[in-house]
């Protein structure tokens, strides 16, 4: 019990230290979710048009996916320097999969008579996409971009091995220091700015689901 | 020259794979042209060769005097109703918006009519209740209704029906196909229906087309398939069934009544025959 209390203690004592980590935590996954949506979404369609153009960008993303995250900051030290910036591109490599996979997926499992009828009564590519195909995908696009979400906020925390900004701050801090009520006062925070967020996006993406398809699958 | 024309028209696939296998064919204004054949015979691929869902390998069509290759594809389509057997509303989109598709990815955005909508539903036998809903909310049947009210949005001159009723039950295809031919009467428009249907094909069509391996079997009338076959295959393939069909519906109700009433035996009727 003591620890807990510790903890609060903690919160009271150095609040703006912990805010403005807070903040920037929010920040950085903010400009990461914005530049992964981005390419995610645009790359995801191109690859409707392309099956070639899929199949690479498929293996490259999984192939990404694979290396561990830790090693991946520490080539990104090396070339891109420490800070912000290699973190967010680390972020983004890591977040493009399900973006990417999901707008792919979600546009090729629209039902093709759907699809038919609408080129037969003259949509043109870009309306078909923007009017049929989107409209269709998105919840399932969505979930992609949620699952992101999450994992960005969570994968943000590790970006301040590299001389970032955020909740992982505390969190080395604590490691350093062997002050393991800073160590979980920031993994607390990571949490639960995790679970507030998955939480609005369940809600929305339920929303979304009742009005595309009339029905929470 | 008809108003759709097909010239010596082939669609093969990888080269000798003959789906479709020259066919002429010419259509007038106004006629309601039924393509009939065993599943594999081509006739989906020849209604979706008339708006350039399938190119044509060799030969040409004329949709008033203008050939297909020459129109510009998207106002081709939009100038011409599509309606196939699994319907394809928008599911995200209400049923006043489903019919309005295509004025809205028109250009011209003062085409969408309030009041089309709402003349459509009616004329397809729905209230316009149905309006705000959604396609989900909707049977089979009257989805199809949608379907056809959707085709005529725009005002085509030309329909074209993939199995349009194949999905739904009995009834209410009965019902479905006794309405596209009075809105056929009412509005003049040239359909080209295909079916698998023999009955339907019969009933619906004021010219029939019974297609073999791409090829036109023959062309004509219901009485002059059913009753002037020019081939064993003809003849085979229409049968009973195509001597039902061709049954005058008021004489047999006339028929069924009487024996319901114990004015006549079947077994008298068919010592009368005899």
Redesign the interface.
């Known amino acids: 019990m003591k620890i807990i209390t510790d903890i609060l203690n903690l919160y009271k004592e150095r609040f703006s230290f912990f805010l403005e980590l807070l903040i920037q935590h929010m920040m950085l996954t903010l400009i990461s979710v914005s530049i992964i949506t981005v390419i995610g979404l645009s790359t995801g369609i191109l690859m409707t048009r392309n099956e070639g153009f899929a199949k690479v960008v498929l293996m490259v993303t999984n192939f990404m996916y694979t290396i561990p995250s830790i090693a991946l900051f520490g080539v990104l030290v090396i070339i891109t320097g420490i800070g912000n910036k290699s973190a967010i591109i680390a972020l983004v490599i890591y977040g493009l999969l399900p973006v990417i996979r999901n707008t792919y997926v979600g546009i090729n499992e629209v039902?093709n008579?759907?699809?038919?009828?609408?080129?037969?009564?003259?949509?043109?590519n870009i309306?078909l996409l923007l009017?049929?195909q989107l409209?269709?995908a998105l919840p399932v696009i969505f979930a992609g971009f949620r699952t992101m979400v999450i994992m960005t906020i969570a994968l943000c925390a590790i970006a301040s091995f590299i001389g970032a900004g955020g909740l992982g701050v505390a969190i080395w801090r604590g490691i350093t220091t062997n002050f393991p009520e800073m160590t979980l006062a920031g993994s607390l925070l990571v949490a639960l700015l995790a679970i507030i967020t998955d939480f609005i996006l369940e809600i929305v993406e339920k929303h979304m689901k009742k009005?595309?398809?009339?029905s929470v699958k | 020259m008809g108003f759709i024309e097909f010239n010596h028209v082939v669609k093969s696939y990888s080269g000798d794979v003959k789906v479709i296998d020259d066919i002429t064919l010419s259509i007038e204004r106004g006629e309601f042209v039924t393509i009939v054949g065993p599943s594999g015979c081509g006739k989906t691929t020849l209604l979706k060769m008339v708006n350039k869902l399938i190119p044509i390998s060799q030969g040409n069509i004329y949709i008033d005097g203008k050939d297909v290759i020459d129109w510009e594809t998207i106002s081709l389509r939009r100038s011409i109703g599509y309606v196939i057997q699994h319907i394809g509303l928008l599911p995200h989109l209400n049923i006043e918006d489903n019919i309005n598709y295509v004025p809205s990815i028109s250009k011209r955005k003062s085409g969408i009519d309030k009041n089309r909508a709402k003349e459509l539903i009616e004329l397809v036998g729905l209230s316009d209740d149905y309006l705000s809903r959604y396609p989900r909310q909707l049977s089979g049947g009257q989805m199809q209704r949608i379907g056809v009210a959707r085709a005529l949005t725009a005002d085509p001159e030309i329909i074209l029906m993939d199995e349009p009723f194949g999905a739904v039950d009995e009834i209410a295809r009965t019902q479905l196909q006794h309405e596209i031919k009075e809105i056929h009467k009412k509005l003049k428009k040239t359909i080209l229906f295909v079916t698998h249907d023999i009955q339907e094909a019969l009933k619906l069509g004021t010219k029939i087309v019974l297609l073999k391996n791409g090829k036109i079997e023959q062309i004509g009338t219901q009485e002059e398939l059913v009753f002037k076959p020019k081939s064993e295959y003809v003849k085979a393939f229409f049968g009973l069934k195509g001597f039902q069909a061709s049954l005058n519906e008021n004489v047999m109700h006339n028929v069924y009544n009487r024996i319901l009433l114990k004015q006549e035996t079947l077994d008298g009727i068919y010592r009368k025959l005899e």
């Open positions: 039902d008579q759907i699809i038919e009828s609408a080129i037969g009564m003259g949509s043109t309306q009017r049929v409209p269709l009005r595309i398809w009339g």
